[in-house]
């Protein structure tokens, strides 16, 4: 009966860290205009040029592709690119203009597993390494109202 109970601590603990982590990793943003009613993320346009219109600045979003299933860099952009359009849609935004897209800023995770397998003949060591699998990208973007033409 105790080793169940220990079980079932062990399980929540690990439920509610997992909670905290994934809710850690939403996108942020600093005001530096006015609001608007917010839109949906699917109409924000993405601009990696200046905006050949007048636009008015909303905010300065980050985001970053922790805590998703994407391991491709080109993965973990898309995942970037959609938090920052949420974001900015949650703020009225119908744009963002990209300012940055990089790789992890410092410090970098790893995981190596390896095994010796000794035989007859001698032994084998077999080895995997995953040390940039998790490494996250982020992403910067000021988000923009512009006006229909």
């Known amino acids: 009966?105790?080793?169940?109970?220990?079980?079932?601590?062990?399980?929540?603990?690990?439920?509610?860290?997992?909670?905290?982590?994934?809710?850690?990793?939403?996108?942020?943003?600093?005001?530096?205009?006015?609001?608007?009613?917010?839109?949906a993320p699917g109409t924000v346009r993405l601009y990696l040029e200046p905006i050949p219109r007048k636009y008015e600045?909303?905010?300065?979003?980050?985001?970053?592709?922790?805590?998703?299933?994407?391991f491709t860099y080109e993965g973990k952009a898309e995942v970037v690119?959609?938090?920052?359009?949420?974001?900015?849609?949650r703020l009225g935004a119908n744009g963002i203009l990209l300012q940055e897209l990089t790789d992890t800023a410092a410090g970098s995770v790893g995981a190596d597993v390896s095994a010796i397998l000794p035989?007859?003949?001698?032994?084998?060591?077999?080895?995997?390494?995953?040390?940039?699998l998790f490494s996250p990208r982020f992403g910067r973007a000021i988000a923009v109202y512009v006006p229909a033409p």
């Open 1 to 39: 009966m105790p080793r169940q109970r220990h079980a079932g601590r062990v399980m929540c603990a690990c439920i509610v860290a997992t909670t905290m982590w994934l809710t850690a990793c939403g996108p942020t943003h600093v005001l530096i205009g006015t609001t608007h009613a917010p839109v």
């Open 57 to 70: 600045e909303i905010a300065i979003v980050d985001a970053s592709s922790r805590g998703s299933f994407s």
């Open 81 to 89: 690119i959609d938090r920052l359009k949420e974001e900015a849609a």
């Open 119 to 132: 035989g007859d003949r001698g032994s084998i060591g077999v080895g995997l390494n995953g040390a940039g």
